[in-house]
């Protein structure tokens, strides 16, 4: 029997569940994020004027969100409750950007410290550290770059519409932090998405694969989104372009450090751009959702076969 979790508001443009799928964040047109709550009657609220994106911070870093604005700003708020008042949501953190607008963030889990990737409509990535899990205000920038294999191509100032970040889910002690990333832009280098993986030895992020082929022409990256892995000797990362969501693999890297990768599969069945995708927790069960106003269920079968499992249709 179907059953009501939670009702948005008239004017709700972004949402987000946290870790662990019981509260809710949602960000509407009159500049009110409301935080709705599934164990208890009601929500919480505040205000920051997001009306693009929201990203919960790890369970691990407390209650917070980061909230990426529709002027472009990127502020991080928690709750916290001060003295004996009840709690309140109050932002911890404004990250400051000269002309350029913040496109995507997102969190990553290391083993000794939280980091977080913003990417800028001008091209450009900033990843910084939390160093302090008790101060949620005190970030350092620890690396900018661009999207791009070669750090001396060279190319006018870029204008990207969007972008998308997706981690590493695994975390280990033989494993160093890396997300993918790709950009819908007008510059065909930032395009592609690439995998980032820091390199400990030199302390910097290194570009380990790029996720394209010569036929498609660095196309424009909708959304990327890397798997979960249990057990499996490859990772599998999704990446959607206009013609169609790819389904990557990655296998151990190369003398030069470059991953191994191919391409397994090119769904296709959205009418249009494919605005989100997310894995279930087995990475074997991918769900899209596009302009066409689809929820589709994707999965392999045992020969590696891709295809649709289920199509949804809103109900209003």
């Known amino acids: 029997m179907e059953k009501s979790i939670v009702t948005l508001d008239k004017g709700t443009t972004c949402s987000s ?12 047109t009159n500049g009110m994020i409301a935080i709705h709550d ?6 919480s609220s505040f205000s920051c004027t997001s009306r693009f994106k929201l990203v919960w911070v790890p369970p691990e870093y407390g209650d917070a969100v980061a909230c990426v604005c529709a002027d472009g700003t990127l502020s991080l708020w928690e ?3 001060e003295d004996t008042g009840p709690l309140q949501w109050k932002m911890c953190k404004l990250f400051e950007s ?8 997102q969190f990553g889990v290391s ?8 990417a800028y409509s001008d ?12 101060k949620l205000n005190h ?14 191509s060279t190319f006018a100032k870029a204008s990207c519409i969007s972008a998308s970040i997706s981690w590493n889910p695994q975390t280990g002690e033989s494993q160093n932090p890396s997300f993918a990333l790709g950009f819908n832009s007008d510059t065909p280098q930032l395009n592609s998405a690439k995998v980032w993986e820091f390199d400990q030895d030199h302390q910097r992020w290194l570009p380990v694969a790029e996720l394209t082929l010569p036929e498609d022409n660095q196309d424009q990256v909708y959304s990327v989104n890397w798997a979960p892995n249990i057990g499996r000797p490859y990772e599998i990362i999704a990446v ?17 450090r470059r991953l191994s990768i191919e391409k397994v599969a090119l769904l296709s069945g959205h009418e249009g751009a494919v605005w989100e995708m997310e894995w279930d927790m087995s990475g074997m069960t991918l769900a899209t959702t596009g302009s066409d106003g689809l929820l589709r269920l994707w999965q392999s079968n045992l020969n590696g076969v891709w295809h649709e499992q289920a199509a949804f249709e809103p109900t209003f």
């Open 111 to 118: 083993l000794r410290c939280l980091k977080m990737v913003a």
């Open 17 to 28: 569940w946290n870790y662990c799928g019981q509260r809710m964040a949602a960000g509407s």
């Open 123 to 134: 091209g450009h990535v900033k990843i910084y550290e939390l160093m302090d899990p008790m």
């Open 240 to 256: 959607a372009t206009h013609k169609g969501i790819a389904i990557w693999q990655l296998r151990n890297p190369n003398h030069e």
């Open 79 to 81: 709750e916290l409750m």
């Open 98 to 105: 000269n002309s350029s607008q913040v496109l995507d963030v």
């Open 139 to 152: 970030w350092q920038l620890q690396a900018e770059l661009q999207n791009v294999i070669y750090s001396v």
């Open 38 to 43: 599934s164990t208890e009657p009601g929500s």
